[in-house]
């Protein structure tokens, strides 16, 4: 049997944002690049409770479009678990920035990420990408400075592809990091166990709405976000060595239990969604020889929020970027080079993100549940205002 081969610059393995931001500014700069993926739905299962800023949109080009947005946000309520509330409307704290009535300029939004995800892959394939969704990778080889060989299976059939790197955007438990002998395991006490309910009958501001404390969401927080017309999302992330229980019984307690709970009473559940997020420190190399990881494949999740979006497309931008620079220059894409990809990201968010994985640690070395509570609550009030000493990712 002669099996088929294909020649691209750049191999995507992984359509969700960063896989397809990755791509999508590869081909900008000219390069011929294959996005595959081996789920048939973009955006499924969805493990994400789709909040992102409007600058974490429009500093990679990404238009705002009614096409995948839910709901516009103008700010946060930030709860402890006794109910005292800190809240940050950037409507009233910066009026000048973003206006009033119908001159509002939303802080940042609620998408769907089913509609977000097949956004931004039609965003790449008009910018020349090729994709192939239900598309199963099978293996890479380096072939050092000649470039790399890429074994997919499509439709039955195995298909060798050579290209020069291959980038890996396959998420938390990353295969193809695995291809290249580095060690993405994670933590089970830095996995947060996430649920949330899609609800309705349940009024809420357009603010997300966190709520801190060890009774509600031991090792992590919970969440009322609003999706417009008395729809919500109401969810939680725990670490499971934390607790004796699920994140199912946590969100049934907090709905049942909390001083939400009457606000909560009519709400009937329409879906429930969840996975894992990874609260862990990024990963100390994302590169090897002609493959480097982004997104969740290289922790690229902020360890405080577990917010993954924002870091998704920046650091797409940041890869696609970088190695139509290094391709189109004819530099061989070897693991020392590759390693300014991770330089340039670094500058621009991965300090940021191990500052934020420092802070979660300590606070969650606090032993005293009380005093634990307290530093987490302050942290995140901090982190959410607009004078934070936090650079937001």
């Known amino acids: 049997m002669i099996m088929t081969t294909k020649q691209y610059d750049l191999v995507v393995v992984g359509s969700g944002p960063a896989g397809s931001t990755t791509a999508y500014f590869a081909a900008q700069a000219g390069l011929r690049v294959l996005l595959v993926d081996k789920r048939q739905e973009l955006g499924a299962p969805i493990q994400c409770s789709g909040a992102i800023s409007r600058h974490g ?3 990679v080009g990404i238009e705002i479009d009614a096409e995948y947005i839910h709901q516009p946000i103008y700010g946060f309520r930030i709860l402890n678990e006794e109910g005292l509330e800190k809240r940050i409307d ?3 704290l910066k009026p000048t ?10 802080l ?3 998408v769907d990420r089913r509609r977000f995800d097949r956004y931004l892959m039609r965003r790449a394939e008009r910018a020349g990408v090729d994709v192939w969704l239900k598309t199963e990778g099978l293996g890479y080889e380096s072939r050092g400075a000649a470039g790399c060989t890429v ?3 499509r439709f039955d059939e195995e298909i060798e592809i050579q290209a020069k790197v291959l980038v890996g955007a396959d998420g938390l438990q990353s295969q193809v990091g695995r291809w290249a002998g580095m060690q993405t395991h994670i933590r089970i006490n830095e996995l947060a166990s996430c649920l949330q309910f899609i609800v309705d009958r349940v009024e809420a501001e357009p603010l997300l709405e966190i709520v801190t404390g060890h009774e509600w969401a031991p090792g992590g927080y919970a969440w009322v976000f609003p999706k417009g017309e008395g729809y919500a999302e109401i969810g939680l992330g725990v670490i499971p060595t934390m ?8 969100v049934d307690h907090f709905m049942r239990s909390s001083f939400f709970k009457e606000r909560f009473a009519d709400a009937r559940i329409l879906e429930v969604q969840g996975g894992g997020v990874p609260l862990a420190a990024p990963l100390r190399q994302q590169y090897a020889d002609n493959l480097i ?14 917010g993954g979006l924002h870091t998704a497309v920046s650091a797409g931008e940041i890869a696609g970027t970088f190695l139509a620079e290094l391709i ?10 590759l390693k300014g990809y991770q330089d340039r990201w670094y500058e621009a968010m991965g300090r940021q993100m191990w500052r934020l994985y420092e802070t979660k640690s300590e606070i969650f070395r606090i032993k005293d549940i009380p005093e634990r509570n307290r530093q987490l609550y302050a942290t995140m009030s901090e982190y959410f205002s607009p004078d934070s000493q936090y650079k937001k990712i």
Do not use: F
């Open 57 to 59: 949109l429009t500093s």
């Open 90 to 92: 950037y409507r009233q």
């Open 97 to 106: 920035e973003y206006g009033e009535a119908e001159d509002q300029v939303p």
């Open 108 to 110: 940042g939004y609620v």
């Open 151 to 153: 074994k997919v299976k």
């Open 243 to 250: 607790t004796d229980h699920d994140a199912r019984w946590h």
């Open 293 to 306: 990881l982004v997104g969740d494949a290289a922790r690229h999740v902020n360890p405080i929020t577990g």
């Open 328 to 337: 189109n220059n004819g530099v061989s894409p070897l693991a020392s080079e």
